[in-house]
């Protein structure tokens, strides 16, 4: 959820002033996108630093917010002598010219602040969330419609871009993975020219963008009899992914819902042909968040956060299975 005020962000990250470069952080805490600007928090005020060309709409969007032109950020900062900034933004050449320009300002890296508020979704979030979640359900659903012998990994990859505009997404939130046969056993496959033919497995994994926020699904679609693996391998992957599916509640594990996916996959004998991690959070960007993997921090999930599940085991040279849908946590 939004900090309720400059002074609840700047508790969180333990500083008197704290400066956003981000974006999406911008857009996340203003509501505002803009491709240049700042956002700086102080004592009992949120100033809003845009160039003239974003002005006007700020001044109508930007509410609680004090907006300034961008040029008037220097003068400020020159004035405070803490101010901490984004660790995961700010480079190292950026701090060092800020250090330069501001002498008298000490800045601190500090990490995930505006992270930790973007984790739970406010109702307003959750519903442009839903509806890119149902654009993207419709684009799978029209997914058979079109694999006729001799159509493209690309040819479908375009045709989901266009379905997503015609269906009134923003845009595709990334480049849609479209993979035929044993291309499906590289789990980030580029679309390529390959052309489909009758029997081909093929996954696609898309999503589309509304109102700024970001769905992700895959599915697999068997064009002709499946294989004795690939019918075992399609089990293995929906059991674990419903298996977690069943855990995800607030307060869940992140580890222990990956631990609980690999088990089941290796019941069947696969957990080692799982190669990526169980899921990650989802909301303004396609990753943000928690990622939910054994190899990353533990965290206890939150309500209103949006996470994925997707399991998935790939066999090099022969094929892959990666089924995924997002979970408002309840």
Not at 1 to 13: D, E, F, I, K
Not at 14 to 43: H, K, M, Q, W
Not at 178 to 183: L, P, R, T
Not at 192 to 203: N, P
């Amino acid at each position: 959820m939004r900090p309720s005020s400059s002074n609840s962000l700047l508790r969180h990250a333990d500083i008197p002033a704290f400066l956003v470069t981000s974006l999406v952080n911008i857009r996340y805490l203003t509501g505002v996108e803009v491709s240049a600007g700042a956002v700086l928090f102080t004592r009992n005020r949120i100033m809003l630093f845009v160039d003239p060309r974003y002005r006007e709409v700020a001044s109508k969007v930007a509410a609680g917010c004090t907006v300034r032109a961008l040029d008037d950020l220097a003068g400020v900062l020159r004035r405070i002598p803490v101010c901490g900034c984004e660790a995961e933004v700010v480079t190292l050449a950026q701090k060092d010219r800020w250090r330069k320009a501001f002498p008298s300002t000490k800045f601190q890296p500090k990490k995930d602040v505006v992270a930790h508020f973007r984790r739970s979704k406010d109702p307003r979030e959750v519903r442009m969330f839903r509806k890119a979640q149902r654009i993207t359900h419709e684009m799978l659903r029209r997914v058979p419609s079109v694999l006729r012998t001799g159509i493209t990994e690309r040819e479908i990859a375009r045709k989901l871009r266009t379905w997503a505009e015609d269906l009134g997404a923003d845009d595709l939130a990334f480049d849609p993975i479209v993979a035929f046969g044993a291309h499906t056993s590289r789990p980030h496959h580029h679309p390529t020219t390959r052309a489909f033919k009758k029997g081909d497995i093929v996954q696609i994994d898309v999503g589309a963008r509304f109102g700024g926020y970001c769905a992700d699904q895959s599915r697999v679609f068997f064009t002709g009899k499946k294989t004795s693996q690939q019918e075992r391998a399609f089990t293995a992957v929906r059991d674990a992914k419903e298996a977690a599916e069943r855990a995800v509640r607030a307060g869940a594990s992140t580890h222990a819902l990956d631990r609980l996916a690999r088990s089941v996959l290796k019941k069947f004998d696969m957990e080692q042909y799982f190669v990526h991690s169980l899921g990650h959070g989802v909301g303004l960007e396609i990753h943000e968040g928690v990622t939910l993997s054994q190899k990353r921090p533990d965290q206890k999930l939150l309500r209103s956060e949006i996470i994925t599940i997707e399991p998935g085991v790939y066999f090099p040279g022969k094929f892959g299975i990666r089924l995924e849908d997002e979970i408002v946590i309840r």
